[in-house]
Every structure is written in C-alpha cells, then in structure tokens.
C-alpha cells in the first residue's frame, strides 16, 4: 500500500504493510491501495496480540517489533500499520487476538514498547484503532455511546499515554463513531483531545473505508484518506476550497503533515532478502515461551517426562495448528513449527501416539467421519500413560469481520474430552484460540490445563518446551475467563442495536467489573502458575519529596527447586468513602524478574502519582482524591500478597456553589470547616436539628445548599452563602 509521490516537489512515496505481528506483504501490487487478502509474501509471524499481551514483557515486545521493523526495512516498508490497542470489552469481539488486553495500563506498556521498537528501528508505527473501537458487528457505523469518564479512563487512557510518552508516527482513526459522531468527522477527538490536549503533532490516518465525507474529514483533523478514491474526493477538497466551504490553511496543516509523514517514511526498495529469517524464528519462538499461561497444574501432573511412557497426543490442532488470526493481520509465515512434531522431537524414550479425535475444515481429513476420529482417540488414551488433548477454536470461528455469537468450544471437542476422561483421569488440556472460552464447569476435571492462545509460527516449538519442562510456563492471563459469558460486565449491552451500542458498564470493564460485582470467575486477571513458587515480601512505598512519584518496592523469592519468571502486578484502591464510583482495585504497574531456585531480589516498579486520579465530569478533568490509598502486590488481580496503605493530599478544584450539596460541602477540607462555623453562629433551630439528628443530617446529605436554605426560612443568608462560596473558589492542594 503506497502513497502517491511527487517528485516536482520532492516529495516521496511511502510503502506501507499491515501488522502488527508480522508483515503482511501482497504478493502483488494491490490496485490503487485497495484492501487485499490474498496470499502474502513470507515474512516471520510472532505472537498475536493476545498472546504478547500474556507476556507482560514491555522488554520482549520490543525486540519483536524492531525485528518486525528489520524484515520491513528488507521490503522497503516504511511504516506499519500497528499495533492495535483497543481494550477487550466483551469476550465476543472477533478481533480480540488482534488487541493486548483488557485493562488500560497493560496495554499501553505493551503497546508503546512495539511503536518504540518499530521506531527506534526506523519504520513507523501507526497507533490503532482511535478509538473506542471494540466490537466487529456494524463496524462500519455503530456509534459507541460512552459517557465522558468511562472514555477517559479507559478507552482513551492507554492512546492518549502512548501519544505523549511515544509519538508514533502515525494514528489510524477507526470506522466506528462515538457518541454519534463518525470518527473520521469527529474534530473533538481527532483535534480537541488528540492534538490540543495530548500534544500530537503526527500524521492521523483513516481506517480503509472509514472516511464518509472527505471535506468533513479534513476539517475534522484527518489527514490522509485511505483507500484512494480515483480522485473523486481530491476533486471534492479543491472544489471545498475554491468555494470557501473549507479553509485553505486546513488543508495546508494537513499537507504539512503528509510532507512530514512521506520524508520520515520513504525507504529504497527492497525484495526482503537482507532479514535474518533463522534468528526471527528464534525471536518468534523465545517470545512464545513467554506467552504460554498454565491455568492448572493440580497434582503437578507437568512437566512430563520426556524420558519415559506413552503419551497421547488428541486433536487435529496439535497436526494442523492454528497460530494466528483472520483478516488483514494475517501473515504468511516463513514455516510453521507443528505441535506434533515438537512433542515427538523433544520426547527422549518417551512413546507419542497421535489420534485426530475431530476434524477441522482445514485440516488433512475435512470429511472425515467424526465419530470414527472420536473413537480412534479414545482407543489411543486408554492405552496411554497420559494424555495431551488439544482443544480451540477453528479459523472460521473468530477473524476481523464478525464477532462471536458465544465462547463455548465446539460440542465434539467437549463430548471427546469427556470420553477421554471416562478412560483416562491423567488429562492435560492445550488450548488454542485468539478470544477467551469458557472453560467451566469441564477444567475442574482435568488435572492440567495450558492456555496457547494463537502463539504464532514458532509456537508449537514453544508448547512442546513447556509440557516437557525444558520452559518454565510464566505467561499471565490479561483478560478475565469468566465461568459464563453472562457474567461478563458488558454481556446486557454488547453488540447493541439499530446502530448503537451503549457501554452500560462504565468503567468497570473486565476485572473492575467482575471485582465490582463480586462475581466468581474461572480465572482472573494475570492469573497464570509456574512450575516453581514465588514468595513476596518486605513490600514498601516511598515518594518523591513533592509527592508526584510513588515507588513500589517488593521483594520476590523463589523457594521452589526451578528457575522461573513472576509477573509481579502492582494494584491500588482508592480511599474508602471516595465522592465517585471507584474499582475495588486498579493495575497501576508491573514489572518481570527471573531468578534461580532459592534466588531473591528486589522488584521495583513506579507510577506517577496522576495515574491515581480519576476523571471529573463535574470538573472536566483529571482529579486526584485525597485520603488513603491501598498499594497491592499481587501475584493477579485476586491473589493479592502483601498490601501498605499511603496517604495522598487531594487535587480537586473545589467547585462548590450554591448548588453543591450539604454533604459535598461538609465533605470539603475548606468549605466543610467554614460552613459548620456558619452553622454553629446561627440560632436557627433547624441548624441545632443538623447537628443532633443524624437522621436528618444523613437525609440531608443530597440536598442543595441554597435549597436547604430556602426550605429552612433563611438559615443562612443568600449573600452569606455567596461569601462562602466565593472563600472555597481556589484550588485545594
């Protein structure tokens, strides 16, 4: 995909390729830039988002990228069209593999580490998709219906740190609207928020096939218009201009910044042979290792031994794996390492069978009987020492273009896991899918069950080290695995209809809202076990002299018999009584060690004391609220080890007036203490009542200052209340 030079002015073209996990490079030139899905040319397939996200390593995904931005380089890319942030929602969004997590913080570290290692390597990396784009069903045109905090906090948080901390080359606005605005058209997000708030000075992008009015677009903040329209809306623009409809100093913003864009992404032709493929494959491997989570381990039924026994290996997925998504994402790997034939290479005396136990449509028996590959299968355990069932999600159950309509596994795998388990308890359960399934109430019955995610082309090298223990699982859950798809916080408002869709849930998305609720789940947020155990201790908080840092500090022990990486995920929750709807508790930051049986060390991990505020619709910004502060270390996000409390002075601008109530004045570190000595001056009875009922100071609470006034026949003057309201008027703090 190549924008359009122009040499007389010295401007050049930019090549450009899809991402974000590997490059997908058309074999042939598309026409005029147009969306193309065919077979690509080779190029390496990491991880998927879903998986890297599992990592939780901001190192790791660095190198990934700057190997991505190698083979780019190799190709003449010059900027790549990712990585996706959009937060996980609901379970059900198809393009789920494509995006890190469902929390904020977690995305934005994994995210700003592939835009700095894409550019730190020289190839642009174009931030997507801006914003609130989480659901595939009428992408095209559903209007996100957000209220102003949820957005905030959570949508908009982890593009708006990428943007200030990152400064990726480019933005890439997605189809969707917000609040009934079409993204391309929506000058408050592109313009108001996205570069007079944050400070952007880059190139913003449309989605393919997102812009509906190019005039309107351009206004709106949106530079480049993707695909090319034959020239019908270039048409459009000059004719905008010639008219006075559009002024020319918008589009010569624009044109600045395509200039820009074209001189930072120009890069020579290349045909790719210059990228080291062999040491990619490596990379894609190591990355994957990292990825794998292991959700059970009852019995310490892993790692097997690859010495000794007959193992059974059921499932099409372990012979034709799936390692990636559908859609414009998708990569045409260099080779594939199989599952089956991992486990066979790395068995040493150890007896691998293999049975199919179900089709797959792509898979090398498609008409196969089912009912005879079940049976094959069930032969095969019962005759084995233990058994590997591989069990997940067909290529057509989940791609960019739909959503899901349910997470449940196919009914023929679930009916041949219960068959294997009627003649073999020793089960291990492999799972392959780019969105969350469910899992209950069936895990409770197998000892053993490993989370794969899509782990790219090096992955079955990478599962086939972990159920031998040549690697030490240690990837952790970034989204919730509920024990129903109705339990999940969006479930009553997901897709939405006749072209809305309300985000009913607010900010408690995934763990807030399943936290919130105090609802069960079948594996929480960074969740994820190892083959050896860590222990926290000596937890400690200090902050800087002005109080705008806190510095986390914890030390981890590993006090098993294995070397081993923990993820050590620090939370906080806010002051009890806060003024606003808060979560039980929120990621604030975490950090990796990796250390030697009976090693310790210190883990340390910052955050800005700003990431503690919430956003004031009332005040129309970000707040810190004073009191204090629960800081966790935690092993997940309900695996809580050790905890200290902090005390934070408030920021909020006071606000208070006449309309504020009694309770929100009493509240206040300065309106609360002058208007109890207004109350306590005054000889009215009702003042006297507030002061010794509870009851009616409690039913009170709610009700305007200058209405309570006015019910109780002036208890205290108007114009005294305008003092007093005009004494609180400076910021606090």
């Known amino acids: 995909m190549t924008t359009k030079g122009l040499d007389a002015a010295g401007i050049p073209s930019v090549t450009m390729s899809d991402g974000p996990h590997g490059l997908r490079l058309q074999s042939e030139d598309p026409q005029n830039g147009q969306l193309d899905l065919r077979p690509a040319a080779p190029a390496t397939c990491y991880p998927p988002a879903v998986a890297l996200g599992s990592s939780w390593d901001v190192e790791l995904a660095h190198r990934v990228a700057g190997a991505i931005a190698v083979e780019a380089a190799a190709h003449g890319i010059g900027v790549l069209l990712g990585p996706g942030i959009n937060i996980k929602r609901s379970p ?143 048409r459009e623009v000059v004719a905008a201009v010639d008219s006075g409809e559009l002024d020319e100093a918008v589009l010569d913003r624009s044109v600045a910044r395509l200039i820009r864009f074209a001189h930072r992404g120009a890069r020579p032709a290349g045909d790719g042979s210059t990228a080291p493929y062999d040491d990619h494959h490596r990379l894609a491997g190591e990355a994957a290792d990292n990825c794998v989570v292991l959700l059970r381990n009852d019995g310490g039924l892993l790692p097997l031994d690859p010495t000794a026994g007959r193992i059974a290996v059921l499932g099409e997925l372990a012979r034709t794996p799936r390692f990636q998504g559908g859609g414009s994402s998708q990569v045409t790997p260099t080779r594939v390492d199989v599952p089956l034939d991992r486990l066979r290479a790395l068995a040493d005396g150890a007896r691998v069978e293999f049975a199919a136990g179900y089709p797959l449509p792509d898979g090398p028996e498609p008409d196969a009987d089912p009912a005879v590959l079940a049976d094959e299968a069930v032969r095969v355990a019962a005759a084995s020492d233990t058994v590997v069932l591989f069990l997940g999600l067909a290529r057509q159950d989940e791609s960019e273009g739909f959503d899901r309509e349910h997470i449940d596994l196919p009914a023929d795998q679930l009916a041949l896991l219960d068959r294997v388990l009627t003649v073999n308890p020793q089960v291990v359960v492999v799972l392959s899918n780019g969105g969350v399934v469910r899992t209950a109430p069936w895990h409770d019955r197998v000892p053993a069950l490993v989370e794969g995610f899509l782990l790219g082309q090096a992955g079955g090298g990478a599962l086939a080290r972990v159920l031998f223990g040549a690697v030490n699982p240690s990837g952790k859950l970034a989204e919730t695995v509920p024990l129903r798809l109705e339990d ?246």
Request: contains cysteine; glycine residues 10%.
């Open 92 to 234: 059900l969004c198809g393009r789920n593999f494509e995006y890190f997590s469902e929390d904020p913080v977690h995305s934005a570290a994994l995210g700003g580490a592939m835009v700095r290692g894409l550019q730190d390597a020289g190839v642009g990396a174009t931030l997507k998709h801006y914003a609130a784009n989480n659901q595939e069903t009428e992408r095209m045109r559903v209007s996100a219906d957000i209220d102003e905090r949820p957005l905030r906090e959570i949508y908009l948080r982890a593009f708006e740190r990428i943007v200030r901390d990152d400064d990726p080359w480019a933005v890439m606005c997605a189809y969707n609207g917000v609040n009934g605005v079409t993204l391309s058209e929506n000058t408050r997000l592109l313009t108001d928020i996205l570069r007079a708030e944050w400070g952007y000075e880059g190139l913003v992008m449309s989605d393919w096939g997102a812009v509906r009015d190019r005039v309107a677009a351009l206004r709106a903040g949106l530079d480049l218009e993707m695909p090319p329209t034959g020239g019908r809306t270039d």
């Open 488 to 733: 999940a916080p969006s479930f009553l408002s997901f897709p939405g209809s006749e072209g809305h869709v309300r985000y009913a849930e607010g900010i408690f998305v995934g763990y807030r809202g399943y936290d919130a609720a105090r609802r069960e789940v079948a594996f929480p947020f960074g969740h994820g076990l190892s083959y050896t155990t860590f222990d926290y201790g000596d937890l400690r908080v200090e902050s800087t002299a002005e109080g705008a840092e806190f510095t986390v500090r914890v030390t981890v022990t590993n006090i098993g018999d294995r070397a081993g990486r923990e993820v050590v995920q620090i939370y906080s929750a806010a002051p009890a009584g806060s003024r606003v709807e808060r979560p039980v508790r929120e990621l604030r930051g975490f950090a990796s060690v990796r250390l030697e049986a009976g090693e310790s060390r210190e883990v340390v991990v910052s955050f800005a004391r700003t990431d503690l505020a919430y956003y004031s619709v009332r005040e129309d910004g970000w707040r810190v609220e004073g009191g204090t502060y629960r800081i966790e270390a935690a092993a997940s996000s309900r695996d809580v080890r050790l905890t200290v409390e902090v005390d934070v002075e408030d920021s909020s601008r006071t606000g208070l007036d006449l309309r504020s109530t009694l309770g929100e004045w009493l509240a206040h570190p300065v309106g609360g203490p002058l208007l109890l000595e207004c109350l306590a001056a005054t000889e009215h009875a009702i003042a006297a009542r507030l002061a010794d009922d509870p009851m009616l100071l409690r039913a009170a609470q709610g009700v305007p200052l200058e209405v309570i006034a006015d019910f109780a026949g002036g208890i205290i003057p108007h114009d005294q209340l305008a003092e007093l309201a005009d004494r609180v008027a400076a910021p606090v703090g």
